[in-house]
């Protein structure tokens, strides 16, 4: 089995900065694709965008240019860089893991992003 964790949330002002982070343990043989999420209260889940292996990524038009992913692959970790921040980027934000030689997904246990002047 796999264990997510999540970190990095906060509360930061129109404009600023945050990390997420996404760590993986357990059985795990490497991470095949991170998928972020976000979801504000009352509101569906969104998908933020991906990174699948080391050079396919996807952004969603909301956070294009925005949000970049990246990966630590020795730690089975996976990143969210969030720069220009907008309160509309208010939300939980959730990792799902997609390891190598695993048909299972895993979920982080979200983080809560306020970006608020």
């Known amino acids: 089995q796999v264990r997510v964790v999540q970190s990095g949330g906060g509360l930061v002002q129109p404009g600023g900065s945050l990390r997420l982070s996404c760590v993986a343990s357990?059985?795990?043989?490497?991470?095949?694709?991170v998928f972020w999420y976000r979801q504000a209260p009352g509101n569906q889940r969104e998908l933020v965008g991906s990174?699948?292996?080391?050079?396919?990524?996807y952004y969603s038009d909301a956070v294009k240019g925005r949000f970049t992913f990246s990966r630590d692959d020795a730690n089975n970790t996976g990143y969210l860089q969030m720069n220009s921040l907008k309160p509309e980027d208010t939300a939980v934000y959730y990792c799902?893991?997609?390891?190598?030689?695993?048909?299972?997904?895993?979920w982080g246990q979200g983080t809560q992003v306020i970006v608020s002047s």
């Open positions: 357990g059985n795990i043989r490497g991470i095949r694709a």
């Open positions: 990174m699948t292996g080391t050079s396919t990524l």
């Open positions: 799902n893991v997609a390891p190598m030689l695993d048909s299972k997904t895993y």
